[in-house]
């Protein structure tokens, strides 16, 4: 299976090609009040600050909002957690501030006009399931998702399209005329008719038990339909056992190596879109497949990734209401009997209800919401990709949080706030190693650089500026203005010491990560200079070469003396 996609490690690790400068040694009397050295920003895939998005809802099922950090209370494993981060944002897409279209070759700033530039804050991958939907099942999948395309998606929507099959792929775009005709290119995967038909289900059950007694119920099962389908009668019947068992290990082969592909892709997707900067969903539409118990394993480790890179996967049950076939008959078996057929109907409910089940696993273990039973379509589409109307985020840092890659469940109560119901993320896993302050620190903005979230811990202010030397080049400049009115300083050596990372990002109109650069301000004031610093806080640039279009910036800063983050977006437009 082709999978192309991006994981956030090896993103960052194509920029790690320079090594950072040494910490200068501590300062000496006639050493500069303020130095700054630029790193390459390295970010890892793991999680110190826990983030969990909450939704409140009224006994109408409208979300609430206006609700403040102290009506909350979270629990991790039962204990309780201090709330140490505390946003609340509404659907409403607010535009940043960001530079207008100006003369070629002048710098022009921000504020001379207002940007046309509509920043993406949703990000939607569309998972259709084409190794396992039927034509039938995905003829209606089809018009439901284009008919939600044409009317759900929002201008700061960006939407992609995979199947799991990876015969279909469109990256993340707002050309809804590509995602359509990427649509209707969706087909279902091409499998060998197998006589005799065994399901991957029944497969698996005959492996896990004896296929050499007669008592157990899946081989027995299987023997039948292979003497039926094939039409084994007298001498010929004894080959049945042989064939039967054969065949049970090759579907159950194949199978396995489908599923574990099939998790294999919805991981790696989690993965990429970690660098999305905004909300970040998956749509999974499937009817299902059934998760053997030694794939158990690979399954948490979605839910794993999914939960650390703040991906919520929704699913869509593709076959709506469904009921199993009363008679329980094999297709081209026309010798069947009502016995066997009774069996057959019997493994079906049982597949059916195991396949609904893996939906189900997936939804819940992301915080997302599985759709079943349901033939409205479209209004499970719409259901799934809408935004609640307010979301609240907690983050917290876990006290005593031990290294040994535990999973903590999470639970988010409101203990004053009656009538009202909290659905929130179930929990998050231990990194499974001891880690330094420097990981820790780096984790840490990278959460803050691949949210969407403006953060005011400490105040900053952010302007851009462009020139262009040429009509398809241009020279981006963003000012980042620091208050220090806010930052811990603390006494080193008869200096006021602080350090404070700055971190620039930079992402194109569809939300893709283009380039980053960070740097580090080495604040050792002298008493005398105090006050003169306070007052007037300083200036930090960053440039990045870029062709004409339009971009989003994305400013994080952490001072090291209080772990304080604040972040800030803007948007750039070059024409």
């Known amino acids: 299976m082709a999978i192309r996609f991006l994981c956030v490690g090896v993103l960052m690790a194509a920029l790690a090609a320079q090594t950072p400068a040494p910490t200068p040694p501590p300062a000496e009397t006639g050493a500069p009040e303020i130095t700054t050295r630029e790193e390459t920003p390295v970010f890892q895939s793991r999680v110190s600050l826990v983030r969990v998005p909450v939704v409140v809802r009224d006994r109408t099922g409208k979300a609430v909002g206006g609700l403040h950090k102290e009506d909350f209370q979270l629990r991790d494993k039962g204990k309780p957690q201090p709330v140490a981060q505390f946003a609340m944002e509404g659907s409403a897409v607010t535009k940043p501030k960001g530079a207008a279209p100006q003369e070629t070759g002048v710098p022009q700033p921000a504020e001379q006009g207002k940007s046309s530039v509509v920043l993406p804050t949703r990000f939607i991958a569309y998972v259709f399931d084409d190794l396992h939907l039927e034509m039938s099942d995905l003829m209606q999948v089809r018009l439901a998702a284009t008919k939600h395309m044409q009317q759900a998606l929002r201008p700061a929507d960006r939407a992609a399209i995979y199947t799991l099959s990876g015969h279909v792929s469109i990256q993340f775009t707002d050309d809804r005329a590509m995602l359509e005709a990427a649509l209707q290119k969706i087909m279902p995967a091409a499998h ?99 998760l053997a118990d030694d794939l158990r394993s690979d399954m948490a480790q979605i839910i794993d990734r999914a939960a650390r890179s703040n991906v919520i996967v929704n699913t869509l049950d593709a076959r709506g209401v469904y009921v199993s076939d009363p ?175 700055v971190v620039c990002a930079l992402f194109d109109r569809n939300g893709n990560f283009v380039n980053g650069i960070q740097k580090v301000v080495e604040m050792r004031l002298k008493d005398e200079s105090m006050p003169g610093r306070l007052s007037e806080g300083i200036n930090v640039g960053s440039e990045f070469d870029v062709k004409a279009g339009a971009y989003m910036v994305r400013v994080v800063v952490r001072d090291a003396g209080g772990r304080q983050i604040a972040a800030e977006n803007a948007a750039a437009e070059i024409p």
Not at 229 to 255: F, V, Y
Not at 260 to 279: E, I, Q, V, W
Not at 405 to 413: E, P, W
Not at 436 to 463: C, G, K, M, N
């Open 192 to 290: 060998p008719h197998d006589m005799p038909p065994i399901s991957y289900y029944i497969a698996e059950q005959v492996e896990k038990g004896d296929d050499r007694n007669p008592q157990n119920p899946a081989y027995a099962l299987a023997l039948g339909e292979t003497i039926a389908c094939l039409n084994l009668q007298g001498p010929a019947a004894a080959a049945a056992p042989d064939i039967t068992r054969s065949k049970a290990r090759q579907i159950q082969r194949e199978g396995q190596t489908e599923t574990r592909n099939t998790l294999l892709m919805l991981k790696t997707l989690a993965s990429r879109m970690a660098a999305m900067p905004g909300d970040r969903s998956i749509i999974l539409v499937s009817p299902g497949f059934y």
């Open 327 to 501: 008679v329980g008959d094999l297709p081209n078996c026309p010798a069947i009997s009502a016995s066997l057929g009774e069996q057959v109907r019997r493994y079906e409910d049982q597949e059916n209800i195991a396949k609904g089940l893996t939906l189900d696993e997936l939804a819940d273990g992301t915080g997302g919401t599985p759709f079943r039973s349901n033939n409205d379509l479209f209004a499970g589409f719409n259901s799934l990709a809408a935004p609640p109307e307010y979301i609240y985020y907690l983050g917290f840092y876990p006290e005593n949080l031990k290294p040994d890659g535990s999973y903590h469940a999470l639970k988010v109560t409101l203990p004053n706030q009656k009538g009202l119901s909290v659905k929130a993320r179930k929990g998050y896993w231990a990194p499974a190693h001891a880690e330094d302050e420097a990981a820790q620190t780096s984790r840490e903005i990278q959460e803050a650089v691949f949210s969407r979230d403006e953060v005011r811990d400490l105040p900053i202010d952010v302007h851009t500026e462009f020139f262009k030397p040429t009509d398809a080049d241009a020279r981006l400049k963003v000012i980042t203005h620091l208050d220090l009115r806010a930052a811990r300083f603390r006494k080193d050596e008869g200096r006021n010491r602080d350090d404070v990372t």
